[in-house]
């Protein structure tokens, strides 16, 4: 990899992870949270959490067609027989664009993996897709194309997509 897209990735990370500490202290308990900010769960077949992950969702931004969530995952997969089995931890900041039920979803976070023989692996996870959540209903929908980046070794993408079945804890206006 060149020095040029090293520097480029550290700073991608860098960025990142100052939004995702930013959206933590902000959405901290300092008060009754708005009902307009939706809790949601939802279950992921492949992904960014790699094969599959269990998430947790909450937005921190409604205003007009544009909704800001941060989610967080959990996910397990097994890697090869020098690094045994990962847990995956999918940290993203998703942006849902739309006034109704079809939006367009895009993301960008962070991976991360501990294996069960000590490694540690980070990837930049991005996401563009669709997503179908009436406002009245609490199941919502989700598919989309999650490529994983690769850049601790050397440069790499995974052509990578995944499907979600969710369900909002407290809904809007509630």
């Given at each position: 990899m060149s020095p040029h897209l090293w520097e480029l990735f550290k700073t991608i990370v860098k960025k990142t992870s100052l939004v995702f500490l930013l959206v933590f202290v902000s959405n901290s308990n300092y008060g009754q949270i708005p009902t307009n900010f939706r809790k949601s769960i939802f279950v992921e077949i492949a992904g960014s959490g790699g094969l599959g992950s269990i998430n947790y969702e909450k937005h921190f931004f409604n205003q007009n067609r544009l909704t800001l969530t941060w989610r967080a995952g959990l996910s397990c997969a097994p890697i090869d027989k020098n690094?045994?089995?990962?847990?995956?931890?999918?940290?993203?900041?998703?942006?849902?664009?739309?006034?109704n039920a079809h939006q367009l979803e895009l993301g960008l976070g962070q991976g991360f993996t501990v294996?069960?023989?000590?490694?540690?692996?980070?990837?930049?996870?991005?996401?563009?897709?669709?997503?179908?959540?009436?406002?009245?209903?609490?199941?919502?929908?989700?598919?989309?194309?999650?490529p994983l980046i690769s850049y601790l070794i050397d440069f790499q993408i995974q052509q990578w997509a995944g499907l979600s079945i969710g369900y909002t804890l407290n809904k809007k206006g509630k």
């Open positions: 690094n045994g089995t990962g847990i995956v931890f999918p940290l993203m900041v998703n942006a849902l664009l739309g006034k294996t069960t023989k000590g490694s540690f692996f980070a990837l930049t996870t991005a996401a563009i897709g669709y997503r179908f959540q009436p406002k009245s209903k609490n199941w919502f929908y989700r598919i989309t194309y999650t």
